[in-house]
């Protein structure tokens, strides 16, 4: 097995398409030709979490926080991304960073936060925009059924929880080939009239290449016609933050306590009390502050999220209860679900949860 295989199961679970633009995910150092000995997961890459790696025999460290954020301008090893990566270059050792492409999927960080709070009724917070993509294209009517297949074998036509949906028109095609052309119907320098298929299919954007190579291989003509336009529908399945619903409705304090123990967390900063049961929740690991209105919009009675700053706190406006539990806290679960992701995925390597505490904050 080589390490591009286990990138290939990491983009099935969160492609990086829908990763935030700011952000550095993917393969940051090494060769993913590379065979692999051995997985390690992480949060985050430091010098001695590459120890670990050479400790367990793993050549590929899977890590939520990418090392390599900013660009790099030497590697002389004068701080610790420098140290850490070459510390990762001289042993052979891969890293890849998968960060907010798991925060924007639907199995991903905010489902783990909500998986850990018991949260039911469970949605996407803030929907990424731009993520669905709609397909045309003109078919011979024998062959429509063929090329309808093939798209839907290749991920076309899922909408929410329905599957081979599209939408079929029949009607008259035209067209006349030149010299230099080889129509499988028709003849050169005619015009040929065929009764064909208008088939309209909707797709998430990143399966776009893997679904017109379906459509040019099931296709008899010599030159397809397409269009693909992106549209600005909702994808209630790709997008960051979660919203969901307690099993039961608590008070305040309680639901401090509750959030405590179940994020093991030491401290929760927090906005004032509204004297409310607290019932509909949203959360957000990492630094949340950019969601506090969305939360509100949604009608969430209290919102988990980290980094939240003293100006931040006003934003609750007697509507919410804000918690800021730590950035750290916030994520910790992460690295559990990408290792029991990858170990039912990959059952002939050791998939390691790294037991190196990367959290940079300590509590006095």
């Known amino acids: 097995m080589i390490i591009q295989e286990v990138i290939n ?7 990086l398409h829908y990763a935030e633009d700011f952000d550095n995910v993917g393969l940051l150092v090494g060769d993913k030709t590379q065979k692999l000995t051995g997985v390690l997961v992480t949060l985050d890459t430091l010098e001695d979490v590459v120890d670990e790696a050479i400790k ?51 199995l991903g960080v905010n489902h783990m936060i909500s998986e850990q709070l018991g ?26 059924s063929i090329v309808r297949n093939a798209l839907f074998a290749a991920g076309a036509g899922s909408i929410g929880n329905y599957s081979n949906c599209s939408f079929n028109v029949e009607g008259s095609g035209t067209f006349m080939g030149n010299d230099k052309s080889n129509p499988t119907i028709g003849n050169k320098n005619e ?59 608590m008070s305040e304090s309680n639901f401090l306590d509750f ?9 929760i900063r927090h906005s004032s009390f509204l004297g409310k049961p607290i019932k509909k929740v949203a959360v957000l690991g990492g630094s949340g502050s950019f969601a506090i209105n969305a939360a509100k919009a949604q009608k969430a009675d209290a919102y988990i999220t980290a980094d939240l700053k003293y100006h931040d706190f006003f934003s609750a406006n007697n509507q919410i209860l804000l918690a800021d539990i ?25 998939i390691v949860l790294s037991k190196t505490n990367t959290n940079p904050v300590n509590y006095f």
């Open 259 to 267: 959030v405590k123990t179940n994020m093991k967390t030491e401290c």
């Open 191 to 249: 015009t040929h009239t065929e009764a064909e298929t208008q088939i309209t299919v909707v797709f998430e954007k990143h399966k776009q290449n893997h679904i017109l190579k379906a459509l040019f291989k099931a296709h008899s003509y010599e030159e397809v016609a397409y269009d693909i336009i992106t549209l600005d529908n909702k994808n209630q399945e790709i997008g960051i933050g979660m919203i969901g619903e307690l099993k039961e409705e």
């Open 9 to 15: 199961y990491l983009e099935e679970l969160a492609p």
């Open 56 to 106: 367990n025999n793993c050549n590929l460290i899977v890590s939520f926080h990418p090392i390599i954020f900013k660009g790099l301008k030497s590697l002389t090893g004068k701080n610790y991304v420098e140290r850490t990566v070459l510390k990762a270059i001289k042993n052979d050792i891969a890293i890849y960073a998968i960060h907010t492409a798991l925060d924007n999927a639907l």
């Open 119 to 144: 949260l039911t009724n469970k949605q996407i917070l803030i929907p990424q925009k731009n993520t669905l993509k709609k397909l045309t294209t003109f078919v011979p009517k024998e062959e429509a």
């Open 326 to 350: 730590g950035h750290f806290e916030s994520e910790q679960f992460t690295k559990n679900l990408l290792t029991t992701y990858l170990t039912k995925k990959i059952t002939n390597f050791a």
